[in-house]
């Protein structure tokens, strides 16, 4: 094999994928095909979401450790709501024993679901920026917690919610991932004020290209974001036309990625839906740059 190289297209953008643990082996197969297609962009990293209470801790630890072995720079999210501080430190000394050295700080979900109340554990970590500050203290992990642009469902206000960044940020976080979201101007205001807040870390835009609007109308109910009605607009005559709808998607989050980058931002997430076609076209159509993994010419097979 030739060595890896980038395309010259974007080179200075960086990217990264999102994947959940799969259910099944035709999903897992799935995965697997999908993360090594999205490879091709170089991503900075691949997230596998991990359940609240540990609910998926053996499914993801097992897909972090392929993704390893696929030779992909893995991190694995971390939730603390339900599990003592030692619980936690035990999920975590596993992960570390695969080779995860990246983690993705979050609360987690009531146990009573979305939209329940939330009270800590006993013993346990009150809320991701305890979460980051314990993650800290045991080693020195790259830590990346979560940013809402439209504010946290259950935070009170825009400020409150800032300011549990900035105590996330106070606890060792290096990177903000945020939740998606459709209007830009939402972002860049939400950026100022956490730019004036002091926070410095790089907030990455979350993008979710659209696989299906009623299921995006669903996830934004419960996590506090807006689907605007532009975008229902566009998507909502072909919703059930898989192949109409797939073109409409795929310009929508290419021209919202552009947007954001003659806005100044070089970073990019992406919930990929463990899907790679809608990305992947995405990707392609913005322009990022590709590695070569194509054998030199005479290589042996």
């Known amino acids: 094999m030739k060595p890896a190289t980038l395309s010259p297209a974007r080179k200075d953008i960086r990217l990264s994928f999102e994947f959940f ?80 050295r990246h983690f993705v700080a979050l609360r987690g979900d009531p146990p009573g679901g979305v939209g329940t109340a939330y009270h800590p554990h006993p013993g346990g970590y009150a809320n991701a920026a305890e979460l980051a500050a314990g993650l800290r203290g045991l080693a020195d992990f790259e830590i990346s917690v979560s940013a809402y642009p439209e504010k946290h469902p259950q935070s009170p206000d825009v400020a409150a919610d800032i300011d549990m960044l900035k105590r996330k940020v106070d606890g060792g976080a290096t990177r903000a ?95 990929t839906m463990n899907r790679a076609t809608l990305v992947s076209a995405v990707c392609d159509r913005v322009g990022f740059a590709k590695i070569d993994r194509r054998p030199a010419a005479g290589a042996a097979a």
């Not at 209470?53 to 053996?58: N, P, R």
């Not at 993801?60 to 430190?89: D, I």
């Not at 506090?224 to 532009?230: H, I, L, N, R, T």
Request: some cysteine; charged content about 20%.
């Open 21 to 100: 643990p799969p259910k099944s082996a035709e999903a897992e197969g799935q995965l697997w095909e999908t993360a090594a297609e999205l490879s091709a962009y170089d991503p900075g990293f691949m997230s596998v979401t991990y359940g609240a209470g540990g609910s998926t801790k053996v499914p993801t630890l097992s897909t972090v450790r392929q993704l390893l072995k696929m030779g992909l720079p893995a991190a694995s999210h971390l939730t603390c709501v339900g599990a003592t501080k030692e619980e936690v430190h035990a999920v975590v000394a596993d992960f570390q024993a695969v080779g995860v």
């Open 177 to 271: 991932l945020t939740q998606f979201f459709f209007e830009n101007d939402d972002f860049e205001r939400y950026l100022e004020r956490v730019r004036k807040a002091g926070i410095t870390i790089p907030v990455v835009p979350g993008i979710l290209p659209v696989h299906n609007l009623s299921q995006v109308q669903k996830f934004a109910g419960m996590c506090g974001a807006s689907v605007p009605g532009w975008l229902a607009d566009r998507l909502a005559p072909v919703d059930d036309r898989p192949q109409e709808r797939a073109p409409v998607a795929i310009d929508l989050a290419a021209r919202q990625i552009e947007d954001l980058i003659a806005r100044g931002i070089g970073e990019f997430h992406f919930y």
